[in-house]
C-alpha cells in the first residue's frame, strides 16, 4: 500500500513538473505580445481587436475569477473527509488549467485568421472555460485521484474548445453563446466520466455530508450567487440587460428553492441540499438569454422554471435515473447545471425564433427554420459531444498507467493530505 502510494506521489509530481515545463515553453515561443496585457488594463481607454481589453471589463473579470476559484471551491466541499481535496484540487487544476486554456483561445483566434494576440478579454475567456472542468470535477468528486484529474482538466478543455470551433465555424453561433454552453459541456462530460469509475460499496460512510461540510459548500453557493451576474454578462457588448436579468432570476431561483424544499419534504422543513443547488438555477437558465431578454417578468418566469427542475429533477434522478445507469453523481451537478443548462438553451430557441418570426412577421418561415435547426443543432452538439468525449476520458483514466484508486479509498483526504485526529474523528 506505502509503495502504491509513494508511486502514484511521484507520478503527481513529474506530470505537473512537465506541463509546466511544457506551458512555459508554448509561451516562450508561440504567444506574442504577453506584456500588451498590463499595457491595456493600465493605460489603454480603448477598445481592441472587437474584445473588451481595458479597465471595462477586468473588474468583471475580478468577479468571475473569485466565483470560479473561491465560490465554485467551497461549493464542492459536500463531503465529510473530502474537505482539503474539494478546495485544494480546485485551486491546482484551475492554475493549471488556465494556463492551458488561454492556449487554447489563441489558438482559436489564430484559426479564424485573426491577428494572434493574448490579452484580458482573452484571459477572461480562458476563466470561463475553466467552469466546464470544475463543474466536471464536481461529478467525479472522491473518485478520481490528483493525476486522472489533471488528465481530465487538459483533455476537456481541448475537448471543449472543439466544440466552440464547431459551434462558431459551422453552426454560426455567437462567441458569446458558444462560451455559454460551459455549463452544458461541464455537467455532461462530468456525468459521462463518473459512469466509468466503479461505484462505492453500499456501507461506505465516507460519501456523506456533515453539518460543518454542508455550510461551507453554501458559503461557496452564496459567493457565486453574487458574482454571477458578472459571468452572463463578461463578453456582452452592453451590460446593463444581462446583469438586470441575471439578478433577477438568481432571485426568483432562490425564493423558489427556499418555497419548493419546504413543499416537498415530508415535515415541510427546509433542506440545505436543496438550497444548495437550487438557488443557481436561474443563473444558468438565463446564461443564453440574458443579454437579449426585454422583458424582466421573461427572466423571472426561467428563474422559478430553472429552481423547479432542479428541485424535482434531483427526487426523479436520484431515485430513478442514477442507479439504472450507475451513476454516482457526488455533487449533483447534473441537476445542479446540466438541467437547467438544458432548460436555458430550449428557452433561448424559442425565445429566438419568436424574435426572428417578429422581424419577418411570420412571413419567411423557411429563414425561421433555418435558424431553429441552427440553434438547436448547436446544444446537441455540446451534449452530444461532451457525453461522447467524457465516456472515452473516463475509459482512458481508468487504465493501469493512471493508478485508480480501489472503491475503499473514496472520498478520504487522507490518501493525499496531512490530516489531524480531530479533523477524522469529524
Known amino acids: 500500500m506505502s509503495d502504491c502510494h509513494l508511486s502514484f506521489q511521484c507520478s503527481e509530481r513529474w506530470l505537473m513538473l512537465l506541463l509546466q515545463a511544457l506551458f512555459l515553453l508554448c509561451y516562450f515561443l508561440g504567444v506574442p505580445n504577453v506584456s500588451d496585457i498590463w499595457k491595456d488594463i493600465t493605460y489603454s481607454p480603448v477598445k481592441s481587436s472587437g474584445t473588451q481589453l481595458s479597465t471595462e471589463i477586468y473588474p468583471v473579470f475580478q468577479d468571475v475569477n473569485h466565483m470560479v476559484v473561491f465560490g465554485f471551491g467551497f461549493f464542492l466541499v459536500v463531503l465529510r473527509r473530502f474537505g482539503y481535496s474539494s478546495t485544494g484540487f480546485n485551486f491546482l487544476l484551475f492554475a493549471l488549467g488556465v494556463q492551458c486554456s488561454l492556449l487554447g483561445e489563441d489558438l482559436l483566434v489564430f484559426l479564424r485568421g485573426q491577428q494572434n494576440e493574448v490579452g484580458l478579454g482573452s484571459l477572461a475567456k480562458a476563466v470561463v472555460s475553466m467552469t466546464a472542468v470544475v463543474i466536471s470535477t464536481g461529478a467525479v468528486l472522491g473518485k478520481a485521484n490528483p493525476v486522472q484529474l489533471i488528465v481530465m482538466t487538459l483533455v476537456e478543455l481541448i475537448f471543449f474548445y472543439m466544440s466552440r470551433c464547431i459551434n462558431r465555424t459551422f453552426l454560426e453561433v455567437p462567441e458569446h453563446l458558444s462560451l455559454m454552453h460551459v455549463h452544458l459541456f461541464g455537467a455532461y462530460f462530468g456525468l459521462a466520466l463518473t459512469s466509468r469509475f466503479p461505484e462505492p460499496p453500499p456501507?461506505?460512510?465516507?460519501?456523506?455530508?456533515?453539518?460543518?461540510?454542508?455550510?461551507?459548500?453554501?458559503?461557496?453557493?452564496?459567493?457565486?450567487?453574487v458574482f454571477w451576474p458578472s459571468f452572463n454578462s463578461i463578453l456582452a457588448k452592453s451590460k446593463e440587460e444581462p446583469v438586470l436579468n441575471t439578478y433577477l432570476a438568481l432571485a426568483v431561483s432562490a425564493v423558489s428553492a427556499f418555497m419548493l424544499s419546504a413543499l416537498t419534504s415530508k415535515d415541510g422543513k427546509f433542506r440545505m441540499a436543496h438550497i444548495r443547488s437550487a438557488v443557481l438555477a436561474g443563473g444558468v437558465t438565463v446564461s443564453y438569454t440574458a443579454h437579449s431578454i426585454q422583458h424582466p417578468w421573461i427572466a423571472m418566469i426561467l428563474g422559478l422554471l430553472g429552481s423547479a427542475i432542479t428541485i424535482l429533477g434531483s427526487h426523479c434522478l436520484q431515485r430513478c435515473f442514477n442507479p439504472a445507469l450507475k451513476l454516482q453523481d457526488t455533487s449533483g451537478v447534473h441537476f445542479t447545471f446540466g438541467l437547467?443548462?438544458?432548460?436555458g438553451a430550449v428557452a433561448a430557441v424559442v425565445?429566438?425564433?419568436?424574435?426572428?418570426?417578429?422581424?419577418?412577421?411570420?412571413?419567411?418561415?423557411?429563414?425561421?427554420?433555418?435558424?431553429?435547426l441552427d440553434d438547436v443543432g448547436a446544444f446537441c452538439q455540446t451534449i452530444s459531444t461532451a457525453l461522447i468525449t467524457g465516456f472515452i476520458t473516463g475509459l482512458i483514466l481508468n487504465i493501469k498507467l493512471f493508478k485508480?484508486?480501489?472503491?475503499?479509498k473514496y472520498f478520504d483526504d487522507q490518501l493525499y493530505w496531512e490530516v489531524s485526529f480531530k479533523m477524522i474523528s469529524d
Open 203 to 225: 456501507g461506505l460512510d465516507k460519501n456523506r455530508s456533515t453539518p460543518k461540510s454542508e455550510l461551507f459548500s453554501v458559503l461557496g453557493t452564496v459567493f457565486v450567487w
Open 340 to 343: 437547467p443548462a438544458v432548460l
Open 351 to 372: 425565445l429566438h425564433a419568436v424574435e426572428q418570426g417578429i422581424d419577418t412577421q411570420w412571413n419567411d418561415l423557411s429563414s425561421l427554420g433555418y435558424y431553429i
Open 404 to 408: 485508480a484508486m480501489h472503491v475503499s
